[in-house]
């Protein structure tokens, strides 16, 4: 029976226990009541949910103010759901088709769930991570006057023992210990299970060396109340118990009370005689699940003990499947309780069949009106808390002047006249980079704007009056976050920095540069910081074997496909500088757009002669993906399509074969990625009855179905090959399909067939085989 509430902490117990029900419960609905119409496993986890829900009830009904935000372990999301369900926020409906098309997901996402989801999560790690640099994107928005410290709020993220193994997490921290980060609470569901298996021992020991060394508070909450009042009168049973090994404790967890005593008796013989007398198997069992994070007293102390901004570990013994029929069995990751069993928790938990849904089922009373007053009183908005900001004024961007220059440089030159210009877009651009600020040109706007630092960093090397063409001091005001090489670490920062308009209601305009090849080095974090709608600019340079002596080590090939198929996230590669300007106009317009995207730039260090424009024709084109820079004859036979860093190879080849091949056409691409996904939507589209052609297909119409494509790009070749597939028409794709290596340009491109003579070949292969 449930007692009648007489304090706070009373009434969380009962929420626990809902908490537990429901996530249980929508799990269960999902798999054993609704209809299945495919026979697909549906899935979900109860055991790591009711791992975490006397923490999650701590948290969201005592601890949690308005301002904090939290990224929860991702398969505790049932817990989440039932959270919001009690507190009026999520719909019974949407838990009715949990994991279904539309209902509440199976991961709390931002975008696709309709309650108040702070942080995505899913892939293990980043949810982590990405607390520590949004705590960074509000200092800098508090140093920055654009935030009140009255508004600023806390950071928490809600860790599985096993997630603790992701090496990003480690990058962050150490990135943190270098900014000072302060305001979070990382909280480790210490349950000693992973997916597979139990989780080491040893390593456990170190973490809170690890977290301490960087300058975090360790709380650890090992034991409840109970079970340490039992154990401080017991210390020999307590030192028995502090060395049980992870698999042992679990499995003792699993087998229950009978079991306890038996090994007891077998380890500590006589010495346990008296506990044992003192407790039935029930009793054994309860209390030896009385770890300190089902505890609710010590979850609430030990949250209100950590109100100052140190950043804070907690580390909460927890048993996987608390209260549930497989809990601590080493297998119950994807358990799901059968028909039989879900009907014994029923009655354990005071649910009448057909009242599965109540929100506040059997709780009856005084225990009732405690526990509404408790669900009114929970500081944290029952609405999405999405923050309302205006709309930012973009100016025009104009290219810099000059007849030969790479986009690197001009990029560059794009960010210093911003900066000279002033005005709001400029205050609001953020530039980060993983220690290659310098070498991807954005030094200028540092020695403009300055590092960000909380606290004054002198420039040695100026103050001693020693040359350099970098000032790099730090203050509250500097604009740029320098950070060291961890891209990963670059992408979360572009994530919490792109999502400062929902999070703190100031839009920032992050830009971040790294080296194209190291996208991947970073790729899952990129992926995460689109999955969430962050917005920012990814300015990706120096690209391609066009980095000739750099060698294969720096030279990227695949990003442009990496980034075809990478979905909230534009590719654009510009050859000419105008190009350039015109999509970082644009792209700071995406950022701010409640339809936008971010921008991926790929640029390059080759300088390159600039074209003469008569007009302003080839603009429109150029964001879009394309434009005829030489305008293919009404009969021809053929065209190059060039990309980038090679278009002096392609005009040059252009000119040259103009002769004999007539009205041959040279097609600029500046965008598979837009191209592509332009030709896929028209084909949607026209299922639905639309007849609009896509801007590529208008491109290629240009041509006859006979003609040839030679497509070229510093880059795999597959980026643009797929053109054929639009009409049809033959292509002789040219690109980069080994590794690079070091040598001049000619020589590389000669090897790598991206040359004039490699373009004259492949023209007549398209001829030939016509
Ligand atoms: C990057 C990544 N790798 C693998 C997975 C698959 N996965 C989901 S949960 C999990 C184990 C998590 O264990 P733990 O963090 O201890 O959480 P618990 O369920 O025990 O609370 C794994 C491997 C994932 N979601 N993300
Ligand atoms: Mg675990």
Not at 208 to 237: M, N, T
Not at 272 to 277: D, E, G, H, N, Q
Not at 306 to 326: E, M, S
Request: glycine share 10%; net charge negative.
């Amino acid at each position: 029976m449930l007692k009648p509430v007489t304090t706070d902490v009373e009434a969380l117990k009962i929420l626990e226990e809902r908490l537990r029900w429901l996530s249980a419960w929508t799990i269960h609905h999902a798999n054993h009541v609704r209809e299945s119409d495919d026979g697909l496993k549906v899935g979900g986890h109860q055991a790591s949910s009711a791992s975490m829900t006397a923490i999650m009830a701590a948290l969201y009904f005592h601890a949690l103010g308005p301002n904090d935000r939290v990224a929860v372990k991702p398969h505790a999301g049932p817990a989440l759901h039932a959270i919001h369900y009690l507190l009026g926020s999520q719909s019974r409906a949407a838990l009715e088709n949990f994991r279904g098309f539309g209902g509440a997901q199976s991961y709390p996402s931002r975008t696709k769930d309709k309650i108040p989801v702070d942080f995505s999560t899913g892939s293990v790690g980043l949810g982590v991570a990405i607390t520590l640099f949004a705590s960074l994107v509000q200092d800098y928005l508090t140093a920055h006057g654009r935030m009140d410290e009255a508004d600023c709020g806390r950071f928490v993220a809600l860790i599985g023992d096993a997630e603790l193994d992701e090496g990003n997490i480690y990058e962050a921290l150490i990135e943190g210990y270098k900014h000072d980060v302060r305001n979070l609470w990382w909280i480790v569901d210490y349950n000693r299970q992973s997916l597979d298996a139990t989780s080491a021992d040893r390593m456990f020991e170190r973490f809170d060396e690890i977290f301490s060394s960087c300058g975090w508070r360790v709380v650890e909450l090992r034991h409840g109340k109970r079970l340490k009042a039992a154990l401080g009168k017991h210390p020999k049973l307590q030192a028995w118990f502090e060395t049980l090994p992870n698999a042992d404790l679990s499995a003792l967890h699993y087998q229950g009370g009978a079991a306890w005593r038996s090994r007891i008796e077998a380890e500590l013989g006589k010495a346990a005689t008296p506990f044992l007398k003192e407790h039935d198997d029930a009793a054994l069992a309860s209390l030896f699940s009385d770890l300190g994070g089902h505890c609710m007293e010590t979850l609430v102390e030990a949250f209100d003990a950590a109100q100052d901004d140190v950043p804070t570990l907690f580390i909460a013994w927890t048993i996987k499947g608390y209260g549930l029929p497989f809990a601590g069995h080493k297998d119950n990751h994807a358990g799901l309780m059968n028909p039989t069993q879900m009907a014994a928790l029923r009655e354990t938990m005071g649910v009448r069949e057909g009242s599965e849904w109540e929100p506040l089922e059997g709780v009856g009373g005084n225990a009732r009106t405690g526990v509404e007053a408790l669900i009114d009183r929970s500081r944290i908005a029952r609405e999405k808390r999405a923050r309302s900001f205006g709309a930012v004024d973009i100016p025009a961007i104009s290219a810099p002047a000059g007849d030969e220059q790479s986009t690197q440089a001009a990029f560059g030159r794009i960010l210093l006249d911003l900066s000279k210009a002033g005005g709001d877009l400029a205050d609001r651009v953020v530039t980060t980079s993983p220690d290659v600020t310098v070498s991807t040109n954005l030094g200028a706007w540092v020695n403009q704007r300055g590092l960000f630092r909380r606290s004054e960093m002198a420039d040695v090397f100026a103050q001693a009056k020693i040359a350099s063409a970098q000032k790099w001091s730090g203050s509250n005001k500097g604009q740029h976050i320098e950070l060291g090489i961890a891209e990963s670490n670059l992408f979360l920062m572009l994530a919490a920095a792109g999502l400062s308009g929902d999070l703190f209601g100031t839009r920032l305009f992050p830009i971040g540069t790294l080296y194209d090849p190291f996208i991947a080095r970073g790729l899952d974090a990129l992926n995460y910081a689109c999955y969430q709608d962050a917005r920012f600019l990814l300015v990706a340079t120096p690209s391609g074997i066009t980095l000739g002596p750099e060698g294969g080590a720096h030279q990227s090939i695949n990003p442009p496909l990496i980034a075809l198929g990478q979905p909230g996230l534009r590719h654009y590669e510009p050859a000419f500088a105008d190009e350039l300007a015109a999509m970082m106009e644009l792209a700071f317009r995406l950022i701010d757009d409640p339809d936008g995207e971010s921008t991926y730039l790929r640029l390059s260090t080759r300088s390159i002669r600039q074209v003469e424009r008569q007009s302003d024709d080839w603009r429109d084109g150029a964001l879009k993906g394309a434009y005829w820079l030489c305008t293919p004859g009404p009969a021809t036979e053929a065209a190059i399509v060039a990309m980038g860093a090679v278009m002096p190879e392609a005009l040059a080849a252009w000119e040259e074969l103009s002769e004999d091949v007539p009205g041959l056409g040279l097609l600029a691409v500046t965008s598979p990625d837009l191209l592509h996904r332009g030709w896929t939507a028209a084909q949607a589209a026209r299922w639905q009855g639309e007849r609009k052609p896509s801007h590529i297909e208008e491109l290629l119409s240009a041509l006859p179905r006979h003609a040839g494509l030679v497509t070229l790009a510093d880059a795999a070749p597959a980026s643009l090959s797929w053109l054929g597939g639009v009409f049809g028409q033959r292509v002789a794709p040219l690109g980069v399909e080994k590794f690079g290596q070091t040598g001049s340009l000619a020589d590389l491109y000669a090897a790598y067939r991206l040359d004039g003579a490699a373009i004259t070949e492949a023209v007549a292969e398209v001829l030939l085989s016509a």
